[in-house]
């Protein structure tokens, strides 16, 4: 069963030393979380009894149960293998980080750490909770809308097997659910229809976009049913299925007026205009990304909510009358709160002779927010291999020249005149080995300004709290 997150988190301090106990506590408390504490793997475990927590900060090394040993548990159990984990680990050693990260762990960092690190890393952990836990609410609403949709529905897998039915589809059909379930969808339809329909069907497993079509499903020796049927592609704990649509031809218009139930629930923003972009109906989400009431939307230029570039690629699908849906990325542009990132899929319709467009926006901004940091993570840590690259290849002529001086330096008299050259010539090679020393051993870094507005890494105060967080 998946957890049902809270809204303020709780956090479960794993770490046989006291003082990180209480630091973390301490922090995380003034952060807003929940947090109780553990002094090692088996008083962790303990703790699990009494509460499963939202996130777990664990030590790896530890009396009586360590670290590993408890993420063995955790993955282990049904009931908390969906925890998140962030290993911490005094441990230099990729391999035991490694180790850590395959049993389970989503994220690791290394003491002494950073606290404002820490945070952060544990305000992602909570930040993908958060959105694990609005994408189960998702399918869940989404799940009810199938369960009470007036609209006949069924779900398919790759062979035709019916997998699940709504009681709409058992009304239309006058049987029950378990006359349906696992029953072939091919038995279901009129011989003379099957050669369209398997070619719809196989298409649309393949990806195609198959157009609304009409079929006669036998209901009985006697009862032949004409509907409509709509098929579109949905993955299912990754697999693909069917989703099945029915719409009996006879009642029509009473099924499109249901079906605004679905238009007003909706999460995206939906728009409808005619073929020279005036709006003609707005979803509730719609009219919120715009901040027109509903009343007032109808009759605006949907230009006007579009940057010039979106604008001109509506135009230009309209022009096309293309009968394949469009994609693109644009900002949204608020009446009075500014742009906001979307998607935009458009698609045309006709009615009767005429032709009307409908459009969905859809938020981007949770996406590419989580895209940027992931990239900064990414371009962090690559600038963080290369600079410890370059200065192991440094140094490698560096201690040469340093050599070579010192020799140098040996040979000569004290009153020589280039014996102060050489001392010179040492004093700056120890500096530059010092400084390519730091840049191997830093982890976090600050910064100093620098000419032209520029800001460089402060190797010696980086270098320097490392000193003093280790002591």
């Known amino acids: ?100 990260l395959q049993q389970g762990a989503n994220d690791y960092i290394a003491k002494p750490f950073n606290m404002e690190e820490l945070l952060a890393r544990v305000r992602v952990q909570v930040r993908i909770l958060d959105l694990e836990q609005q994408l189960r609410e998702s399918e869940a609403y989404h799940r009810a809308l199938f369960e009470r949709t007036s609209d006949p529905e069924m779900v398919i897998d790759k062979s035709g097997s019916i997998l699940q039915v709504n009681e709409a589809a058992t009304d239309l059909l006058a049987v029950s659910q378990d006359q349906l379930l696992n029953r072939p969808i091919h038995e279901l339809v009129d011989p003379s229809d099957l050669p369209e329909f398997e070619v719809a069907f196989t298409g649309s497993f393949e990806g195609s976009e198959i157009p609304i079509f009409e079929i006669h499903l036998c209901l009985s020796e006697e009862k032949i049913l004409p509907v409509d049927v709509d098929l579109s592609s949905v993955d299912i704990r990754g697999e693909r299925h069917l989703l099945l649509h029915l719409r009996d031809i006879r009642r029509r218009k009473s099924a499109e007026a249901q079906s605004s139930m679905i238009f007003e629930h909706i999460g995206d923003g939906v728009f409808i205009t005619d073929s020279k972009g005036i709006i003609l109906l707005a979803s509730r989400s719609g ?96 600038l963080l291999e290369i600079a410890g690259g370059a200065a192991h290849e440094i140094n490698q002529p560096l201690t040469a020249i340093l050599g070579y001086a010192e020799m140098a330096l040996s040979l000569l008299d004290g009153g020589h005149p280039s014996s102060a050259y050489q001392e010179s010539i040492i004093e700056a090679t120890a500096r530059i080995s010092n400084i390519l020393k730091q840049m191997q051993e830093v982890r976090e870094y600050r910064t100093r300004p620098y000419t032209s507005g520029h800001r460089i890494v402060d190797f010696a105060q980086s270098s320097e709290e490392q000193e003093n967080g280790e002591t």
């Open 1 to 100: 069963m998946p957890k049902v997150y809270r809204s303020i988190p709780e956090i479960l301090v794993v770490d046989d030393q006291r003082e990180i106990r209480e630091v973390l506590t301490r922090s995380l408390t003034n952060e807003g979380y929940h947090v109780t504490s553990a002094i090692d793997g088996q008083d962790g475990l303990d703790a699990l009894s009494r509460g499963t927590p939202d996130l777990i900060l664990l030590d790896l090394a530890m009396p009586r149960v360590n670290g590993y040993q408890v993420l063995e548990f955790l993955k282990s159990s049904n009931e908390f293998q969906a925890i998140p984990v962030i290993i911490l680990t005094a441990l230099n050693n990729q391999s035991q980080i490694i180790r850590g």
């Open 287 to 382: 009219s919120i990304l715009t901040g027109y009431p509903r009343d007032e939307i109808v009759g605006l230029d949907i230009a006007q909510f579009q940057t010039r570039e979106g604008a001109i690629k509506w135009q230009e699908y309209i022009e096309k009358q293309n009968s394949e849906a469009a994609v693109y990325e644009d900002h949204f542009v608020h009446r009075s709160t500014g742009e906001t990132p979307v998607e935009w899929t458009l698609a045309a319709f006709t009615v009767g002779s005429e032709i009307y467009f409908i459009g969905v926006v859809h938020d981007l901004t949770d996406r590419l927010t989580i895209d940027r940091e992931r990239r900064e993570s990414e371009r962090l840590q690559t």
